[in-house]
């Protein structure tokens, strides 16, 4: 679990970074960012209802997005907020494959 200061957790805060952030897209996961002007990265989660009906499964996906970050929180330039959101098709990957995949993302975007 991340700590409460590596998380975006206003509603203002969410809605600045998909209006003016960049992005970055992969087979099942988009990445949204914009620098924050914090000493410390920010991270938040958007698994919607399209991804599964099912509040089990969604959480599931959240936990993942959340222990791939938190593993990588070293290795991600600092002052950046950063969203992942998730498509439908990642409640079918398992770990790993999503682990890959996120870090191949963040890799492009240059976040790492």
Known sequence: MLPKLNR?????????????????KNEFLILKFIKNNLPESRFGFVISKKVSQKAVMRNKVKRRLGEVARANIK???????????????????????????IENTLKKSGLI
């Open 75 to 101: 290795n991600i330039k600092k002052g950046i907020d950063i969203v992942f959101i998730a498509l439908p098709g990642i409640e079918k990957k398992n770990f790993l494959e999503t682990k890959k995949q």
């Open 8 to 24: 975006v957790r206003k509603k203002k805060d969410f809605e600045v970074i998909f209006t003016k952030g960049k992005s970055f």
